[in-house]
Every structure is written in structure tokens, then in C-alpha cells.
């Protein structure tokens, strides 16, 4: 069985950073493509950003809205999948989902509130 | 403002058949596979629709799904309650090299 288990999220200050994990097991991790997905309270579903498998060059591709500030880690010996946020703001505020093989699965989500 | 417009809501009547729409561009449902999500209240997303017309594993077949052009449908027929949700479709948009949703749909079974 698929499973994906984010953790770390939190409360942060704007300008600060976060740094989001991902757990997964059921499945060769090394063979699939890796996204994360955040909604933010009451809203639709954003695209964050994608790690592409090794047959992919380990490619990651951002969404306009967190490119230069999020990186996306993954390491493939353990299993996982991180999310660094940098620069926080506001508009972050959101539940962040891990997703594996192009969204046919999905974590239960870890809330991160950037607040003062 | 979403990439993909769908409408905010649609109701019906439980037994019935709904019928809502995704509307897109050449570079993302006219260029690309498309996929439809169910979110039912105070959980995670899960994938119903693949490859813009192919149902995940575990999906009955009272779920359906279709492409026009630029413009994608997803049909649920045999209404039941428990299909209330939010329901979002989703495609890799060509030129802003992103994943892109909808709004997502409420639907509501009366």
C-alpha cells in the first residue's frame, strides 16, 4: 500500500523559513515523479513544484509563485522527499500535499501558517 | 484566478446524473492528458480521472470523463450522497511549464 506522510509544518514568522518532509513507502520511490500541492485555507488546489525521477536527471520544476524562494530535495536511498521554504510570506499559508506518480497519490497534508 | 475554469457549484438530486466542465487553452487540455480529483470535507485530494479519460484504480464506472477540444467533462451517474465534494480537474500547461488546476466544482447531492 501507497503511503505518504508529510511532516513539519508549522508556525512561522513572514521572512522566515520551513522546511517540509515527506515520507513514503509501497512503492519503488526511485521510479516516480514527486510533486507537492498546496491549498490554502478555503481555496483550490496550487501546484508548488516537481521532482522528476533519476531516468529524469532528477529534474525539479517550480511554480512562478515559489521559484527562487522553495527547493525541492529528494533522496531516493531513504525514501524521501523535502520541501524547503525560504522567505516565507503570507500568501504561503496553505496545507502542503505530497504527491507521488503524477498525483495518483497523496499524503494527508502538513499545515504551514506564516503569520506574525 | 485559475488557469483551467470550471463553475463554482452544481446540484442534483441523488439517482440523477451530473455533468460538469473544465475550460482550458491550447497549451494545457488541448495539448495534454487531464486528470479530475474528488476532495470530500476535511480531506486529502485523491485521483479519480487519468490520462484525461481513464479511471484510477478502486473508481466505479459511474465516473466518467471526456475531451473537446479545449474543454474537458467529467459525468457521475447514480448519484449518491457520499459523492458530495469539491471536485478539481488538472493538466501540465505547455507554455508555463506548471501543473494547473481548476477552481474545483461543489458539488452538492440534494
Known amino acids: 500500500e501507497v503511503q505518504l506522510v508529510e511532516s513539519g509544518g508549522g508556525l512561522v514568522q513572514p521572512g522566515g523559513s520551513l522546511r517540509l518532509s515527506c515520507a513514503a513507502s509501497?512503492?519503488?520511490?526511485?521510479?516516480?515523479?514527486m510533486d507537492w500541492v498546496r491549498q490554502a485555507p478555503g481555496k483550490g488546489l496550487e501546484w508548488v513544484g516537481r521532482?522528476?525521477?533519476?531516468?529524469?536527471?532528477?529534474?525539479?520544476e517550480y511554480a512562478a509563485s515559489v521559484k527562487g524562494r522553495f527547493i525541492i530535495f529528494r533522496d531516493d536511498s531513504g525514501n524521501s522527499l523535502s520541501l524547503q521554504m525560504n522567505n516565507l510570506k503570507t500568501e504561503d499559508t496553505a496545507v502542503y500535499y505530497c504527491t507521488c506518480g503524477f498525483f495518483f497519490h497523496w499524503g494527508q497534508g502538513s499545515l504551514v501558517t506564516v503569520s506574525s | 484566478q485559475s488557469v483551467l475554469t470550471q463553475p463554482p457549484s452544481i446540484s442534483a438530486a441523488p439517482g440523477q446524473k451530473v455533468t460538469m466542465s473544465c475550460f482550458g487553452s491550447?497549451?494545457?487540455?488541448?495539448?495534454?492528458?487531464v486528470s479530475w480529483y474528488q476532495q470530500l470535507p476535511g480531506t486529502a485530494p485523491r485521483l479519480l480521472i487519468f490520462d484525461t479519460n481513464r479511471r484510477a484504480s478502486g473508481i466505479p464506472d459511474r465516473f466518467s470523463a471526456s475531451k473537446t477540444g479545449t474543454s474537458v467533462t467529467l459525468q457521475i451517474t447514480g448519484l449518491q450522497t457520499g459523492d458530495e465534494a469539491d471536485y478539481y480537474c488538472?493538466?501540465?500547461?505547455?507554455?508555463?511549464?506548471?501543473?494547473?488546476f481548476g477552481g474545483g466544482i461543489k458539488l452538492t447531492v440534494l
Open positions: 521532482s522528476r525521477n533519476k531516468a529524469n536527471n532528477y529534474m525539479t
Open positions: 488538472g493538466a501540465w500547461d505547455t507554455s508555463l511549464n506548471a501543473e494547473v
Open positions: 509501497g512503492f519503488t520511490f526511485s521510479d516516480y515523479s
Open positions: 491550447s497549451s494545457n487540455i488541448g495539448d495534454n492528458y
